[in-house]
């Protein structure tokens, strides 16, 4: 089986070729976010850690639950909460998703474990994956993806793609460049010249 990390900037259809990947091959897909969202569920890995953290309201919500869209506007507000969420989240993150894989590798049922997550490679993880996948599109295709599905505004877009990796820098840490700048049926092409 074959761990695969997929990466790649905002709007360039990460979600699309991961979607194509669990329609046509054997394998899992696992998304950071998830498992993350998962671990700060109450009475899981790392709820205690995060809320007891020196938040300047509760980020509790009636429900008991952590109150994500709250602590995402109050973290991405302040580097020191964003830095010591990041601190729990992320060893635990990559904890289980390692579990996981194992468990994966033990059942000997799937050809590839595809792990999706947008700081593959800040978090060091090109030193676990097998194969590090950097999804491209090109500039324009972006934009007019986040137009059409966020509905971002072109400074937004302009300022969000400014503030991610460049595609140089991807290209210099990945095995693989998978070009989602057209329809699907182009992208399918590619993922079955690779995995077939």
């Not at 491209?136 to 966020?150: C, F, G, I, P, Q």
């Not at 937004?156 to 840490?173: C, G, L, M, W, Y």
Request: proline residues 1%; glycine residues 6%.
């Amino acid at each position: 089986m074959l761990f695969i990390g997929i990466t790649g900037g905002v709007g360039a259809g990460k979600s699309t070729v991961l979607r194509l990947l669990k329609e046509n091959f054997n394998c899992k897909v696992l998304l950071a976010d998830e498992v993350a969202a998962e671990l700060m569920k109450a009475g899981n890995a790392c709820f205690d850690a995060v809320v007891s953290l020196d938040w300047p309201e509760s980020i509790v919500g009636a429900d008991g639950e952590i109150d994500r869209g709250l602590m995402a506007r109050l973290m991405f507000s302040d580097d020191k909460l964003l830095t010591e969420v990041n601190a729990i989240v992320h060893p635990a993150v990559e904890q289980e998703v390692l579990n996981q894989v194992e468990d994966e590798r033990a059942k000997h049922k799937i050809e590839y474990f595809f792990f999706e997550a947008a700081l593959l490679i800040e978090c060091g993880y090109g030193k676990l994956v097998d194969e590090m996948w950097y999804i491209y599109a090109d500039e324009n295709t972006r934009a007019k993806r986040l137009k059409e599905s966020r509905g971002y505004s072109d400074e937004r877009i302009k300022n969000t793609i400014a503030k991610q990796r460049s595609d140089a820098s991807f290209r210099e840490h990945a095995d693989r460049v998978i070009d989602n700048s057209g329809d699907k049926e182009q992208t399918l092409l590619q993922l079955r010249q690779i995995l077939e």
